[in-house]
Every structure is written in C-alpha cells, then in structure tokens.
C-alpha cells in the first residue's frame, strides 16, 4: 500500500481515506492550523500597531535629542512587518529585502494565486485583515487544501506567524478543560487560543465547543438515569 504524506515540508503525517477521498495534498489538522494562524494574525496585529503608536508618540517630542539613545529593539521588525504591500509585487529573488516582509506581502501572492486560479473575486481591501480573512473562508481554505502548492503556503504562514509571535512576544495561550475526552475519557482536553477546535492529548480527537457541551449533556443525562 502506498502511503501518501501531507504536502507540508514541516508535517509528518500521511493522509487518511477520508482526506484523499476528498482529495486534500494537505492533512486536516494542517488545514485547522491554517485557519487558526489566519484567525491570530489580526489580533497580533493589534498589538504590533500599538507598539508601533508608542515608539512613534515617544519619538515624536520635538527639539534636538542631546543624547543618541539605541533604537528599541524589533522597532524596523515591527514597520517592516505592517508595511504595505502591492498586488503586483513581485517576489525577491535576489534577498534584497531586509527584515522580515511584510504580512501582506506574504498573503497577497496566496490570495492572488487562489483567485485567478477559481477566478474569484479578490478581496477589496488589500489590509492583512482583509486578505486573512478572504483565505479562511470555507472555499478558498477547501480549494487550498486540495492543491499541490498548499504545503509550500502551509509552511510559508507558519513562518509568518512564528515571526510575529516574536515581535509580540504573544503566543496563544493553552488551557486544559476539565471534562473527559468523549472518545477516550481521559482529562486532557486543551483548549488554544484563535483555535476552533479543542484537542485531546490523549488520543488526538478534535472537537467543537458545541459538541463538547452536547457530550457533557449526554453524560449528565446518563448518570441522572443510573441513579433513577
Ligand atoms: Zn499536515
Ligand atoms: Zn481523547
């Protein structure tokens, strides 16, 4: 039997039936991050806009500045990273660029790709707001998890998100839910920041909040009709 790994360089998992009958080159649980990456990157934006407020008022005071003071560190990370970018930019072939690019830069070749390919229509807004939330819509993520590029976006998101979490200095934050898993009944349900889904470190099963206070009523309707 031939094994069919995820498209991502970073991923080792191999494909389920259900994801090659659905015809996926990327695994679910890497479509899931796609998604909860695209849903944190507008609140990391948030913060690195504060920052870049309060390094502009401070700089701001007037007059000559007698003494030289060293530029706050992740200053050029923080206006490189917010810094525009056009929908016929090209790439930088030669490295030319220094510091990071900027989050639309990164999001606009993938937005573009997606909507010429399914001639779609591009967002209308080119803020990194708008592009992310044009790629973690139903169809563009669906249509991103069946093409033979989608590990190579996979892979260039997460480097995106790795490089803001560093600027920030904010990641999501992981909290354990005290309810048994309802697959395997051990107690170690985890809830992640800007994730849809609450996974179980015991037997790796995904579940919805919905479906996990559905199961929390079942099982508090099952001990009420034990103790009748
Ligand atoms: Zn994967
Ligand atoms: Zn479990």
Known sequence: MTTHPCAAA???RT????????????????????????AEIP??????????????TSAGTGGRVAIRTAPLPGRPDVLNLLGPAAWTDVRDPHGDQHGPLP?????????RLVSEERRWNPPASLTPQALCAWLAAPRPL????????????????????????????????RRPITQPCPRCDDLELVETDHQL?????????????E?????????????EAGAA
């Open 43 to 56: 609140t990391q934006i948030i913060v690195l806009e504060g920052s870049r407020q309060r390094e502009t």
């Open 142 to 173: 669906g249509w991103v998890s069946r093409r033979p590029w989608a590990g190579d976006m996979r892979d260039e998101l997460h480097e995106l998100v790795r490089t803001i979490r560093n600027t920030t200095r904010l990641r999501p934050q």
């Open 197 to 209: 889904y609450i996974d179980c470190g015991g037997c790796g099963a995904m579940f919805t909040r």
């Open 15 to 38: 494909l389920r039936d259900h994801e090659l009958t659905a015809h996926q080159t990327l695994c679910t649980p890497c479509v899931r991050l796609l998604g909860s990456w695209l």
């Open 103 to 111: 989050i639309a830069g990164v999001l606009i070749p993938w937005v």
């Open 10 to 12: 970073t991923c080792h």
């Open 211 to 223: 479906e996990l206070a559905l199961a929390a009523r079942i099982t508090a309707a099952a001990l």
